[in-house]
């Protein structure tokens, strides 16, 4: 069993930018491939960035160039630093972890979920 706890989200406003982090206990973190996800208000979840075991990352379309994924393994965690935020980056954004050393943008595929974080993005 792997918990997950998501901090760093927050109000900000369009332009800023916000590094949200997700602290893994539990499990062998190294073997697992890594995922963030948000969910707005009305809409479905949305998959927004992946890193796999061998640290391949895969990007959704609307953050592509704004958003860096990384990793570390020693610490458990994986970072999210969010750049140029827009309003529509407004959401719950979740951390998922994958019993699997492939990473996924399919967030049925993931195992384990955190409790999520807002992230709140003014114009």
């Known amino acids: 069993q792997v918990h997950l706890v998501e901090s760093g989200g927050g109000p900000v406003q369009a332009g800023d930018s916000l590094r949200l982090s997700c602290l893994a206990s539990?499990?062998?973190?190294?073997?697992?491939?890594v995922a963030w996800f948000r969910q707005a208000p009305g809409k479905e979840r949305e998959f927004v960035a992946s890193?796999?075991?061998?640290?391949?990352?895969d990007y959704g379309d609307s953050v592509k160039g704004r958003f860096i994924i990384s990793r570390d393994n020693a610490k458990t965690t994986s970072d999210l630093q969010m750049n140029n935020l827009k309003p529509e980056d407004t959401a719950v954004y979740y951390c998922?972890?994958?019993?699997?050393?492939?990473?996924?943008?399919?967030?049925?595929?993931?195992?384990?979920w955190g409790q999520g974080t807002q992230v709140t993005v003014s114009s």
């Open positions: 998922a972890v994958r019993n699997s050393p492939i990473s996924r943008s399919d967030g049925t595929l993931y195992d384990w």
């Open positions: 539990g499990g062998f973190f190294v073997n697992y491939a």
């Open positions: 890193i796999s075991r061998a640290e391949k990352i």
